[in-house]
């Protein structure tokens, strides 16, 4: 298998002497030392690792899991010599990928180094360049859903690339909404005293991108399920179809399938602009990405004489909630800019009256760098309602606990070295609890795949 690997063009070393830009793990069975490996040679994911079974039970049950959780970046099964050459053709696929990550187009727009934000970068980077597929793009108010929307149409590998069409969809007047896509001829109704080209037309040959499409009717919807199906339309007054090209993309932060589920989201809608579905993380999962923001905000709003932040104003940006995302964090750092003078650090007396921490939440603010200070829970809502139902107590501990794990899980996106950390147990733990429950814990449709 060395050989193998050898002859295909990739470095075969040992454990102990590389990995430091990924590898190849070959293992027989998973356990701790697998698990442990792939974590460290992958870094939790910022390196690529491929997991590689030598055996036919190899990746039994929750194996192929517990190593995307631990970092991997591939699971497969060896067979035969070709396995060697589907591995090299991996890696030069990310080789590309990470080329594209790093280059000035993606990192003078969308920055961070946070392993959450990597792997959603990466992602993305990944079906921009290598796919035509429709993209939606989810996530909450704030986290660059169009900056991603934007690089997805400058990395399109078309030769012959057309404009960037924009619509936002919270703007769109029903009454006008056909003329707003379809376009119009002259004289099609009171007004058009001339033609018009609509969203689809401008953008054939290049990108569409429908801001906030959760905004969109029911009726209209149904309207432009055959344009993005087929990619033939008829402007308002015309009997012609005209055909159109275009890369559609996607963004909302509504969750769009509960919306399914409550009848105000068409199924075959979402599945016609949701080919590939990427939800960018919160401020919260990427924190550690808070302080490189901020320096960059500062650097574009002080450009002469950035100033650095002092130590208890960087404890404060790392323990504060930030409902806007990375928004709400700019427009902070913006108030902070207005009120420093002088050549030395930003020191707390610059937080606005209204940004300084009550008591409780100062105690929050000076927890160890990266961490907050838990505050009290009340579960006794909780507790009565379970008890009226006839719960015991080891009932409300175990379900506790699996909600725990589970909600840590969540927002670690699968990571379980992290999320260990976030519960304050052990990695093996976890392993020991989602096996009780035998539940596979698969990653997200994002994961693996995090402004902006």
Known sequence: MEQELASAGLLVAGANDGGQSGGVVLFERVDEDVLELVRELSADGLRRVVAVGLTDNALAGNAPWDLLATGAADVLRWSDATTARELLARFARWREVDELVASPLVRGNLLGEDPVWMATLRAVVEVARFSSASVLITGE?????????RLIHALSSREEKGELIVVDCTTVVPTLSGSEFFGHERGAFTGAVAEREGAFAL??????????????????????????????????????????????????????RAEEARGSFRRDFYYRIAAWACRLPSLRERRGDVLALAAHFLAELLPDATPQLDG????????RDYPGNIRDLRQLIVRLSHHHVGGGPITVGA??????PTAARGARASAPEGEAAPSPIDFDAAIQDALAQGARLKDLLGSTRETAVRLALEAEAGNVRRASRRL???????????AAQRVVVAPDRDERASPA
């Open 141 to 149: 108010s704030g986290t660059g859903k169009e900056l991603v929307a």
């Open 351 to 356: 937080l606005p009256l209204e940004e300084r």
């Open 312 to 319: 208890a104003l960087r404890d404060y940006l790392l323990a």
């Open 203 to 256: 953008a054939d040959g290049g990108t569409l991108f429908l801001d906030e499409v959760g905004e969109l009717p029911l009726t209209l919807q149904a309207e432009l399920l055959r344009v993005v199906q087929e990619g033939v339309y008829k402007p308002v007054g015309s009997n012609r179809w005209r055909e159109t090209n275009f890369r559609l993309v996607c963004a909302t932060n509504r969750d769009l």
């Open 424 to 434: 304050g147990i052990t990695d093996r733990a976890i392993h020991l609890q989602r």
